[in-house]
């Protein structure tokens, strides 16, 4: 199983419009941040995770040309915003691509996208084939996903665990039957905002007693603020298995994810 994290920064990503702080003016290209995103490439299917208003360049800065699906966290803009960018897919590869969200999620996308689901002859618009999900595994062909169910303040968010490895972004509160669907990873990518407490986000300490309760056996920070600091002061303050992410962190697991 081959993993690229496409995008490792939150909404605003990094460096923020008009900010002046350390970590936005960084020449360190590990503290610029698209929006959060990842990719992953099992038995021969390529498969994103969100696709965020940055999804176009992602593709591109990573010299990924295919995909086989879409799967959505849940439906805030800075996850759902590339959805548009399929497209070259479409007619480039002359391939539709699946798309699993959970009902709330599709509803967002038909606002956000209403020629995506209108009836019309017009060819340029993307070709999807829509499919719900909700906390119940599921598989695309082969590769199962098992569905755990976070919390990002009071909205429902998916997190997602393939084989040995788990994906979990955008919430602050995780229950501890959840918690149990974590435990055995070998890899687990969770979200850690900032310093500072927030409402609908894990803190860096939040994440860390998080890792420490599921014990993976490495663990990599992603939807990373500019208030959590610079990433190379970061980095060494954390456990010797835990590491920050940083766009186009590739991943390569021996387990294939399938069950």
């Not at 992602?58 to 805030?76: C, E, P």
């Not at 918690?179 to 407490?197: C, H, Q």
Request: hydrophobic residues 35%.
């Amino acid at each position: 199983m081959k993993i690229i994290v496409l995008g490792s920064g939150t909404s605003t990503g990094i460096p923020v419009i008009g900010c002046n702080c350390k970590v936005c003016q960084s020449q360190d290209s590990r503290d610029k941040r698209l929006r959060s995103s990842l990719y992953i490439e099992v038995n021969r299917k390529k498969i994103v995770i969100d696709t965020g208003p940055d999804f176009r360049i992602q593709m591109l800065n990573n010299h990924l040309s295919d995909l086989d699906a879409v799967i959505f966290t849940h439906n805030h803009k800075d996850h759902t915003g590339g959805l548009d960018d399929i497209r070259p897919i479409n007619y480039i590869l002359e391939k539709r691509v699946d798309v699993f969200a959970e009902k709330y999620v599709q509803q967002t996308l038909k606002m956000e996208y209403p020629y995506i689901f209108q009836e019309q002859d017009y060819p340029g618009v993307p070709q999807i084939s829509l499919h719900t999900i909700d906390e119940s595994p599921f598989f695309i062909e082969n590769v199962k996903f098992i569905p755990i169910r976070v919390w990002h303040k009071n909205l429902p968010v998916l997190a997602f665990r393939i084989g040995n490895f788990t994906y979990l972004t955008d919430a602050n509160r995780i229950e501890e039957p959840e918690l149990d669907k974590i435990r055995g990873s070998e890899v687990l990518i969770i979200n850690a905002l900032r310093r500072e407490t927030h409402y609908s986000h894990f803190s860096l300490s939040q994440a860390l007693e998080i890792i420490n309760q599921v014990q993976p056996q490495t663990a990599y920070l992603t939807h990373i603020g500019h208030h959590l600091g610079l990433f190379e002061e970061v980095q060494r303050e954390l456990p010797q298995n835990v590491f920050l992410c940083y766009d186009g962190l590739t991943l390569d697991m021996k387990s294939d994810g399938c069950f």
